[in-house]
């Protein structure tokens, strides 16, 4: 099992909850895992990346080179473009469909949405609408995990117990809500 996954949006989104909830569903399999984080303007709105990497065998490097990501999750669309370089061909980009507008020139969505549907193997997310349902919009990023979920090569079932396990501190509402959040982003993507 080899999986490497770059996860993209901007400072505030949960990119680095996403990335925590796999590091540990990776590591209650017992799978190799590197994980590199880049963040942006290092403040809420500005650029944040991961690349997680996830494999049976020994992993040498925590960057994902060009072309070899087999996912790209992203919780903006329009910084799901920004990774398609290290897209690879059989690659699939899983995104948001809800912008956020951190900048006074940011494209056309529908446009920006076009190019993603042109560009690779892709899933047009409606997380917004998912969180809503699930109870709280701060369960966004936990929706797209849900969605992503099939792309991820870890069950459905290993993500749920590392959703409980991150956010036990939190109470049981929280735990719930959020896996309410996932199970819904998994169904409303026909995952």
Known sequence: ????????????????????????????????????????????????????????????????????????????PMESLRYLPFLSPEGMIVTATEPYENIGNYPDLDELLKNIQESAKHLLVDAKSIAKDAGSPKTFNIAMLGAASAYLGIDAEELEKAIGMFFERKGDKMVEMNLRAFRLGRENCDN
């Open 1 to 76: 099992m080899q999986k490497n996954i770059i996860i993209a949006g901007v400072g505030g989104q949960g990119i680095l909850t996403i990335a925590s909830i796999i590091d540990l569903a990776a590591m209650n399999l017992g799978l190799n895992l590197k994980q590199a984080e880049v963040h942006g303007m290092s403040q809420r709105g500005g650029a944040v990346e991961s690349h997680l990497r996830i494999s049976s065998d020994e992993i040498y490097s925590d960057l994902i080179p060009l072309g070899k990501a087999d996912l790209i999750l992203s919780i903006e």
